[in-house]
């Protein structure tokens, strides 16, 4: 139960004023528009069962079996380079920082400052005042995630995130238009979730491929919610936005695809990138503590 932080009311979902004191609920902001959301979201998902409904009774069976399967597996995910996970994983004092921090902290040098000043408009805009303080991955029913952003799978706790993350249809770039020196920026209704809710977004997002065979698996299922080719132009995804810093205690699992790992151009990282590879894997393993390592050959 979402509760606001003036005084105490009780809330249906998270918004940004409470209706009973009229003062900010102190919810952070990409959760907050995510519970003023909820009630166009669930207007898009009766909408979709109603069409799903009209193709006959395979159709509606194909949702509540996918419905299913979603809840049980649905993770955040997020994706790192392998040699950053690493020096996370050495201290559990350790946060992880998003793109804003670092940049602030002048940590990356030659990041393009015009793409920077892009995402934080974008951040802002979208999310709210609290939208430079997101850490950004994807909706995950078990897959190696966008390893275009790094081959390492990064699985966070869900009791340790479940009130601080929102979800969004797309990529938040998706919803920017540029036609020449202008810039659009239009998010629809009914494209936010909950942790509690996100169930609802994916099935209203493909719903039309999900009522199109009879039964899914967790596989196939996965595969459809998030692609990845390594290229983050083409990937596809509902994102999720985590409203706190994380340490390594709030990972559960990590997989790193070693076929997909592509060494980071820094000094003192040398060597083939196999041979990287295995030296990488091997200290995933002995710095993984209570964390689930897996290493796979995807």
């Not at 009311?9 to 003062?23: D, I, K």
């Not at 940049?103 to 974008?122: D, N, Q």
């Not at 994380?246 to 990282?269: L, N």
Request: charged share 20%.
């Amino acid at each position: 139960m979402w509760r606001c932080n003036a005084c105490g009311e009780r809330l249906r979902v998270p918004c940004r004023t409470c209706a009973q004191c009229g003062n900010p609920t102190g919810i952070a902001s990409n959760v907050a528009l995510a519970g003023e959301d909820h009630d166009a979201l669930s207007q898009r998902l009766k909408a979709c069962k109603h069409e799903c409904k009209a193709l006959g009774p395979s159709a509606v069976q194909a949702l509540r079996g996918c419905e299913e399967l979603i809840r049980e597996h649905a993770r955040v995910s997020i994706n790192i380079q392998p040699e950053s996970l690493l020096n996370l994983l050495q201290d559990p004092r350790i946060c992880w920082l998003n793109l804003n921090d670092n940049l602030r902290a002048g940590v990356m040098l030659t990041y393009p400052a015009e793409f920077a000043a892009k995402r934080l408009g974008i951040e802002k805009i979208v999310f709210g005042p609290d939208g430079d303080h997101l850490v950004y991955g994807a909706l995950n029913l078990g897959s190696i995630g966008l390893y275009s952003y790094g081959a390492c799978c990064v699985y966070l706790d869900a009791r340790a995130i479940a009130r601080q993350v929102s979800f969004l249809e797309e990529n938040s770039f998706f919803y920017l238009t540029q036609n020449g020196p202008s810039l659009s920026l239009q998010v629809p209704a009914g494209v936010r979730a909950l942790w509690s809710s996100v169930h609802n977004l994916a099935i209203v997002k493909h719903h039309k491929d999900l009522a199109c065979r009879g039964k899914w698996n967790i596989r196939d299922l996965s595969a459809l919610i998030l692609v990845s080719g390594g290229d983050k132009k083409t990937d596809r995804f509902i994102e999720a936005q985590v409203h706190q810093p994380f340490t390594s205690q709030a990972i559960t699992e990590i997989v790193f695809a070693r076929r997909r790992y592509r060494p980071v151009k820094a000094r003192g990282i040398v060597g083939s990138a196999a041979t990287l590879s295995r030296r990488i894997g091997e200290h995933l393993l002995a710095a993984r503590g209570t964390i689930k390592v897996r290493i796979v050959e995807d």
